[in-house]
């Protein structure tokens, strides 16, 4: 998810390698997800893959601004995994608590965000075998003591979740989507605050496609991944963080290996309604909140309905909104 103050030009290939050749007008296609925000140019990449009409959401072919490239959705019920990494009892923020803890958990456990209306705008996205549910909950978490210190990378991120599985401290599941939270004092050195607020990606692990994603405390930097200091829950990291992990959770969902669905700027879908909010109750930055779940009001990004010409909803067959 891009940082609202972020300036980005890239030209990245994935997540975890960028490319080194310039890139000819012959060879140019389209943009494809780095899954940080933004799309990087694509060599020789495939042209959009049409499945017929009579899919949910009128198709790949249909005109709803967004574009299923071939690659696999996330079919069933996806299981979450939560690493907490560094220090969620007394860091350096009043957010790195126990708090945040109990209330994010809270959320995308079963009974919260995974089954509603909104995380069903995901079930207009497919593949040629399955189609998305909308269904997701937290199925188990662990944590991490800094084992890679207080300057993360990329690689380190993957690394910590590969531990994780290897010590048994979580299962291996190639239907789950494993997340690494960070505390405030913890930097995501390839751009977390002055590029992006969160991003998802995959690995191999022992015979396994494992899907991955790391978010931190915006409480880093609220500036760029805070949309308000007073949050519905009196609990600012958190309110942000939910919002950035519910938009990493549908592209992780419907664009696992960043090869499914998204636009010709390399948009996948919640991008495409990043930072829009559609309406809400209350004083937008005095704790303004746009939906329920788990008993407790949120502030959640919309995501991109790919049905009826495509747009940003809270809602699947809601209302489409501008901003």
């Known amino acids: 998810m891009l940082a609202k103050t972020c300036s980005c030009i890239v030209l990245l290939a994935s997540v975890f390698s960028a490319s080194t050749s310039a ?20 060599m020789r990449a495939h042209p959009p893959f049409h499945l017929p009409l009579s899919q949910p959401g009128g198709g790949a072919g249909a005109n709803n601004g967004i574009l299923y490239h071939g690659g696999a959705v996330m079919p069933g019920t996806v299981n979450l995994y939560f690493i907490w ?30 089954g509603t209306p909104w995380s069903r705008i995901n079930s207009t996205y497919y593949d040629a075998s399955h189609p998305v549910s909308g269904n997701f909950a937290l199925a188990a978490s662990a944590s991490d003591n800094y084992s890679h210190g207080k300057q993360l990378s990329d690689s380190g991120v993957a690394a910590v979740v590969a531990a994780a599985i290897n010590q048994r401290l979580l299962p291996k599941d190639a239907n789950g989507v494993y997340f690494v939270l960070s505390s405030s004092d913890v930097a995501e050195t390839s751009g977390f605050c ?3 607020c969160g991003w998802h990606s995959h690995m191999g692990l022992s015979g396994a496609d494992i899907k991955i994603a790391f978010i931190g405390n915006p409480d880093r930097c609220p500036t ?33 290996d960043l090869n499914a669905w998204y636009d010709l700027s390399g948009n996948e879908n919640a991008d495409k309604c990043a930072w829009k909010w559609g309406p809400v109750t209350g004083i937008p930055g005095n704790g303004a909140w746009n939906m329920t ?3 407790r009001n949120w502030l959640i990004q919309m995501n991109w309905e790919n049905s009826r010409g495509g747009g940003c909803d809270l809602t699947l067959g809601g209302k489409f909104y501008g901003r």
């Open 224 to 256: 760029s991944c805070e949309e308000q200091l007073i949050s519905p829950n009196s609990d600012s990291g958190a309110d942000s963080m939910a919002s950035v992990m519910a938009h990493e959770t549908q592209e992780a969902i419907s664009d696992p």
């Open 85 to 114: 990494y560094g220090n969620f009892s007394s860091g350096p923020a009043a957010s790195d608590t126990n708090e945040t803890v109990r209330l994010l958990t809270s959320l995308f456990s079963v009974g919260g965000l995974g």
């Open 293 to 295: 779940a788990a008993g």
């Open 23 to 42: 890139q000819t007008a012959r060879d140019a296609a389209h943009m494809v997800p780095t899954g940080k925000g933004w799309g990087a140019e694509a």
């Open 194 to 196: 002055s590029k992006y």
